[in-house]
């Protein structure tokens, strides 16, 4: 069965400072991959999505993630975040069949 | 639009209480998800409908929770002689069959056993 890592339960961070979340899974066949976010009193909303293509992908609110294939990863970054990316955020394979295997997620703190 | 709506948003049952929890999909969804989401935890899934069909139910922790979308449309997940380790988020997601494959979360149901 396929099984998703993300390394960091909680990360705090000042304003314009640089996020890494990393992710990773274990299935070695075509995967679908996602970054989801759950801003605070919100419900969970698609960031960005890897489906096939160019490795690295763009989401909304200047998120990017890199798919590197040998690695098994899919981290998600951000060169610069503010105080409205407090959120948890969490990574999720699509792998056999059509159901979403989540990691654990990752609570991000952005002091401002 | 209308997004994702479930009800209700919060639930507590005492334990050994049947319970029976709601989910309104985006209208036109043919694909239905349900998952359960531990306090700390990520969203672990549940069972999967197309259309009225359950698809996979491979993640119904026990027989004691049955799920149902029989006009294709609204579902309800019934969790029967709940226990304490039934307390968790509920969340439903619905998508279209298309190759993007978004699923789009609805609030979710806290239950909380006691």
């Keep these: ?112 | 639009g209308a997004g994702v709506s479930q009800s209700p948003r919060y639930k507590v049952a005492k334990r050994g209480q049947d319970v029976a929890l709601r989910c309104d999909p985006i209208s036109g969804h043919v694909s239905l998800f349900w998952y359960q989401q531990a306090l700390g935890q990520g969203p672990e899934f549940l069972t999967y409908f197309q259309n009225e069909a359950q698809l996979d139910k491979s993640g119904l922790p026990s027989d004691r929770f049955f799920a149902e979308r029989p006009e294709g449309s609204v579902s309800t997940l019934k969790i029967q002689r709940t226990q304490q380790e039934d307390s968790a988020v509920y969340l439903c997601a619905s998508s279209t069959r298309t190759a993007t494959y978004e699923q789009y979360f609805g609030p979710g149901t806290r239950l909380t056993v006691t």
């Design chain 1, 1 to 112: 069965a396929q099984s998703v890592s993300q390394h960091n339960h909680h990360v705090i961070l000042s304003e314009a400072a640089s996020l890494e979340l990393g992710c990773n899974y274990s299935y070695g066949g075509t995967v679908n991959l996602f970054w989801y976010v759950q801003y605070p009193g919100q419900h969970l909303q698609l960031l960005l999505k890897y489906f096939s293509g160019d490795p690295l992908v763009k989401g909304i609110k200047g998120f990017e993630a890199e798919f590197i294939k040998s690695k098994f990863s899919f981290n998600l970054r951000k060169p610069s975040v503010q105080w409205s990316d407090t959120a948890e955020y969490f990574c999720a394979v699509k792998a056999a069949g059509n159901k979403l295997t989540f990691g654990g997620g990752t609570r991000v703190l952005v002091k401002p």
